[in-house]
């Protein structure tokens, strides 16, 4: 399930970090997909793009927003009616075609998924940090 972007105990840089955390895996779970069906004939490789819904939220100020009740209420750009993150997924364009219909460049998946890991790591160092620091504070400095 999805997070409401700005509607976490500790504040909206987190819930950004968690909602970015989410997408990461799905869209890992979709290269993953792509790489595991990179032999079979006339399979679309599938791409997962998240990212400009992401910053939209980022910066619009939630709590300015209306409640909306309905998909054609004014909501925020990159935002389902629910305040959820709707991110993209199509079938990626491409120029070469297999003989068999399979259009997963194995290449390049295996270069989204180890850039896909990057992030992953390094936002989940940053939600520890930050955690190793609240608890330092609850210690008392201990």
Same mark, same amino acid.
């Given at each position: $399930?999805?997070?409401?972007?700005?509607?976490?105990?500790?504040?909206?840089?987190? !819930?950004?970090? /968690?909602?970015?955390?989410?997408?990461?895996?799905?869209?890992?779970?979709?290269?993953?997909?792509?790489?595991?069906?990179?032999? &079979?004939?006339?399979?679309?490789?599938?791409?997962?793009?998240?990212?400009?819904?992401?910053?939209? !939220?980022?910066?619009?100020?939630?709590?300015?927003? #209306?409640?909306?009740?309905?998909?054609?209420?004014?909501?925020?750009?990159? $935002?389902?009616?629910?305040?959820?993150?709707?991110?993209?997924?199509?079938?990626?364009?491409? /120029?070469?075609?297999?003989?068999?219909?399979? &259009?997963?460049?194995?290449?390049?998946? #295996?270069?989204?998924? !180890?850039?896909?890991?990057?992030?992953?790591? !390094? &936002?989940?160092? &940053?939600?520890?940090?930050?955690?190793? $620091?609240?608890?330092?504070?609850?210690?008392?400095?201990?």
């Amino acid at each position: $399930m999805s997070t409401v972007i700005g509607n976490q105990i500790f504040g909206k840089p987190d !819930a950004v970090l /968690e909602e970015s955390l989410n997408q990461r895996l799905k869209r890992q779970t979709v290269n993953v997909a792509n790489i595991t069906n990179s032999l &079979t004939p006339g399979y679309r490789a599938l791409g997962f793009d998240f990212e400009k819904q992401l910053q939209a !939220a980022i910066g619009s100020d939630k709590d300015l927003i #209306m409640k909306v009740s309905d998909s054609k209420h004014i909501k925020a750009p990159g $935002m389902g009616a629910d305040g959820v993150l709707k991110p993209d997924l199509y079938v990626k364009p491409t /120029e070469s075609i297999g003989n068999d219909g399979n &259009t997963v460049d194995i290449d390049q998946e #295996m270069t989204e998924v !180890a850039g896909n890991q990057v992030i992953y790591k !390094a &936002t989940i160092e &940053t939600l520890n940090r930050k955690l190793g $620091m609240l608890r330092y504070a609850i210690n008392g400095g201990r």
